[in-house]
């Protein structure tokens, strides 16, 4: 099973800072900033999570071309394709004549200078590991956009939003809480990715917060007995690793029925807004009692 972008983001995380050094001691120092781009009519987006920004800022219309994992919102999906993530597709991006192309670190920086070099206005961002990274990405696709005040606007409700249910969880006891990403193999959530504020910030406790890489076995992840376990969406497989799951009836989350499956587009690739919503849906899976009592 081929997993979709947003669990490759999630894998990919901790290690696309390093390989991002080494590509860029062979390219030309990048010039263009954010600042540049005043306004633009026409935008390329090069990443799911700028394209729900994008739309999240007013500016759904001016979307011209996307990747073909932009599927949020649903209005993207019939937007012109223009490659992946990773593999833009220039020739289409030259034949939309955008005045803006946005993309983020994780697009190939051989393809970004190709498209600087060929007149283009590209403006990338950082890969986030942090809410308040996805936050100040945010608001600088705001600035670059001419829609900073509407930027800052989201942000502050997507901050108050996320304070409030930290707030209520602190005081309820912390699950031990397992996130799996992968299955072939077993991959979970580190400390390293935007995945273990989820969790955190849910009142929870990551059980392999101590582990320098997800790639670890499913036998240890029995020996973490974990109280919940989240499944990551990779296609069709969240339910068959649930019915995986059933083969290890000790495990405290397989023995209270305590297995979800999340869906990777909305815990994966997040904006602000998305992600407060998230925190929510998985606060509500931690604490259920404490989310029972709350309607």
Same mark, same amino acid.
């Given at each position: 099973?081929?997993?979709?972008?947003?669990?490759?983001?999630?894998?990919?995380?901790?290690?696309?800072?390093?390989?991002?050094?080494?590509?860029?001691?062979?390219?030309?120092?990048?010039?263009?900033?954010?600042?540049?781009?005043?306004?633009?009519?026409?935008?390329?987006?090069?990443?799911?999570?700028?394209?729900?920004?994008?739309?999240?800022?007013?500016?759904?219309?001016?979307?011209?071309?996307?990747?073909?994992?932009?599927?949020?919102?649903?209005?993207?999906?019939?937007?012109?394709?223009?490659?992946?993530?990773?593999?833009?597709?220039?020739?289409?991006?030259?034949?939309?004549?955008?005045?803006?192309?946005?993309?983020?670190?994780?697009?190939?920086?051989?393809?970004?200078?190709?498209?600087?070099?060929?007149?283009?206005?590209?403006?990338?961002?950082?890969?986030?590991?942090?809410?308040?990274?996805?936050?100040?990405?945010?608001?600088?696709?705001?600035?670059?956009?001419?829609?900073?005040?509407?930027?800052?606007?989201? =942000?502050?409700? %997507?901050?108050?939003?996320? @304070?409030?249910?930290? #707030?209520?969880?602190? *005081?309820?006891? !912390?699950?031990?809480?397992?996130?799996?990403?992968?299955?072939?193999?077993?991959?979970?959530?580190?400390?390293?990715?935007?995945?273990?504020?989820?969790?955190?910030?849910?009142?929870?406790?990551?059980?392999?917060?101590?582990?320098?890489?997800?790639?670890?076995?499913?036998?240890?992840?029995?020996?973490?007995?974990?109280?919940?376990?989240?499944?990551?969406?990779?296609?069709?497989?969240?339910?068959?690793?649930?019915?995986?799951?059933?083969?290890?009836?000790?495990?405290?989350?397989?023995?209270?029925?305590?297995?979800?499956?999340?869906?990777?587009?909305?815990?994966?690739?997040?904006?602000? =807004?998305?992600? %407060?919503?998230?925190?929510? @849906?998985?606060?509500? #899976?931690?604490?259920? *009692?404490?989310? !029972?009592?709350?309607?």
């Amino acid at each position: 099973m081929i997993p979709s972008f947003a669990t490759r983001m999630c894998r990919a995380l901790p290690v696309v800072a390093a390989t991002l050094i080494i590509l860029s001691l062979t390219l030309p120092t990048q010039a263009p900033t954010a600042q540049k781009a005043a306004k633009p009519l026409r935008i390329v987006s090069l990443s799911p999570a700028i394209t729900e920004s994008l739309y999240l800022l007013g500016l759904g219309q001016n979307v011209i071309g996307v990747t073909t994992y932009c599927n949020k919102p649903k209005e993207a999906q019939v937007k012109e394709k223009v490659g992946t993530v990773m593999q833009p597709n220039l020739e289409k991006i030259l034949k939309l004549r955008p005045d803006l192309v946005l993309a983020m670190t994780l697009t190939d920086p051989r393809s970004i200078q190709k498209m600087r070099d060929l007149g283009l206005n590209v403006v990338t961002f950082s890969i986030s590991d942090t809410f308040s990274g996805l936050c100040d990405v945010f608001l600088e696709i705001g600035r670059a956009t001419g829609r900073a005040g509407e930027a800052g606007r989201l =942000v502050g409700t %997507a901050r108050a939003r996320v @304070d409030a249910i930290r #707030l209520r969880t602190a *005081r309820l006891p !912390k699950p031990g809480v397992l996130v799996q990403i992968g299955s072939k193999p077993f991959f979970v959530a580190t400390k390293d990715v935007f995945m273990n504020d989820f969790i955190e910030f849910a009142g929870g406790v990551n059980v392999f917060r101590d582990v320098a890489s997800g790639s670890v076995g499913r036998e240890e992840a029995v020996l973490r007995d974990p109280d919940v376990i989240l499944i990551v969406t990779m296609g069709l497989s969240g339910d068959s690793e649930r019915v995986a799951w059933k083969r290890f009836p000790t495990v405290k989350a397989v023995r209270d029925e305590r297995i979800h499956i999340v869906d990777s587009d909305d815990v994966c690739s997040p904006t602000p =807004v998305s992600f %407060a919503k998230s925190l929510g @849906d998985i606060a509500a #899976l931690l604490h259920p *009692r404490e989310a !029972k009592e709350r309607r």
